[in-house]
């Protein structure tokens, strides 16, 4: 099992930057997939960053460029720096973490970022 537990979230005008957190911990060990996903209300979970442990990055369309992930594997934890918030970033932003090889997904509770305009 892998626990993740998130924070950094709150409410920030448009425009602004927040940064979220994330740490692991349990069965952690191996090649893995850390990242975060988004879902606003109504919405669908979305691909916000994900990070391959051997160092590979990508990024949801909505977020290139303005979004960075960051992996700290010493500490097992996993960042997000959002800067240039709009509202439509407005969500519940949760962390994800999955082995290489295995289709098992495992979520944080969420976090949610309020960005006003």
């Known amino acids: 099992q892998v626990q993740l537990v998130e924070s950094g979230g709150g409410s920030v005008q448009a425009g602004g930057s927040l940064r979220l957190s994330c740490v692991a911990s349990?069965?952690?060990?191996?090649?893995?997939?850390m990242g975060w996903y988004r879902q606003a209300l109504g919405g669908q979970r979305e691909l916000v960053a994900r990070?391959?442990?051997?160092?590979?990055?990508i990024y949801g369309d909505a977020v290139k460029g303005r979004f960075t992930i960051a992996r700290d594997n010493a500490n097992n934890m996993v960042y997000l720096q959002m800067n240039s918030l709009k509202a439509e970033d407005t969500a519940v932003y949760y962390c994800?973490?999955?082995?290489?090889?295995?289709?098992?997904?495992?979520w944080g509770q969420g976090t949610l970022v309020t960005v006003s305009s």
């Open positions: 994800n973490f999955m082995r290489v090889g295995s289709s098992t997904n495992y």
């Open positions: 349990g069965n952690i060990a191996g090649n893995t997939i």
């Open positions: 990070n391959w442990r051997s160092g590979t990055t």
